[in-house]
């Protein structure tokens, strides 16, 4: 099972900055978080990951909290491109270890 | 730079046949993992290679089995096909993780449809 929990579904308002939380209460020490995203009948995209301080790319902002039990990934100025399901997974850094998926938050991003 | 490339896209087979499909992986990557993706739901791991062995295996019947090739290039096979393998399959590659928490990057995936 996914050691995540994410909203099902959000709305954003097109050029606004889309926040989307997720809770891992029972992260570990060593485990990342990481997000992917997944538009209609593409792949998962990967954005983002983390292990304890904030990170920015090209794409997006991972803001984790101080003791690590949630974290927020920022999309800065949502465009209509930005519609997809986003995934939140927690996972151990090592060698075999593999992502489980949970239903992720499906973002709309309106006109 | 090429990333995770897949065949074919689209499939059409009728129960109990079998399948086979293809994945090359993005370049300097040595790490090929396969997921099975129903409709609507999170992609579910099925198995990992590396060094052309499979090193760890999620809850998947024996009918799901691979191979990995000197290339790193990978084959997902699945036998005596069922009404409920019809999915998106997909495959993502990574460098093998010491520690840095690598992301694995994946294709864009074969749909298969069973008959």
């Known amino acids: 099972d996914a050691k995540t929990t994410q909203p099902p579904s959000m709305d954003c308002a097109e050029g606004r900055a889309a926040n989307l939380p997720c809770n891992h209460s029972t992260i570990s020490g060593n485990e990342y978080v990481y997000w992917y995203r997944q538009i209609h009948s593409q792949g998962p995209q990967y954005i983002i990951h983390?292990?304890?301080n904030n990170e920015t790319n090209e794409m997006a902002s991972l803001i984790i909290t101080e003791d690590r039990k949630s974290s927020t990934l920022i999309l800065p100025h949502a465009t209509l491109r930005d519609t997809a399901v986003y995934y939140c997974?927690?996972?151990?850094?090592?060698?075999?270890?593999?992502?489980?998926f949970g239903p992720g938050t499906r973002l709309s991003v309106l006109p | 730079d090429a990333g995770v490339t897949q065949s074919p896209t689209h499939l059409i087979k009728t129960r109990g046949q079998q399948v086979t499909l293809r994945c090359s992986p993005k370049s300097g990557h040595d790490t090929v993992s396969w997921y099975q993706q129903a409709l609507g739901q999170g992609p579910q791991f099925i198995f990992q290679y590396y060094e052309e062995e499979e090193r760890q295996r999620g809850n998947f019947p024996d009918r799901f089995s691979g191979h990995q090739f000197p290339n790193y290039s990978s084959e997902l096979n699945v036998n005596a096909l069922l009404l409920g393998d019809s999915a998106l399959y997909l495959c993502?590659?990574?460098?093998?993780?010491?520690?840095?928490?690598?992301?694995?990057?994946f294709g864009d995936g074969t749909r298969l449809s069973i008959l």
């Open positions: 983390g292990l304890k």
């Open positions: 997974i927690v996972r151990v850094a090592d060698y075999g270890q593999n992502f489980v």
């Open positions: 993502a590659s990574s460098t093998r993780d010491r520690g840095l928490g690598q992301p694995q990057h």
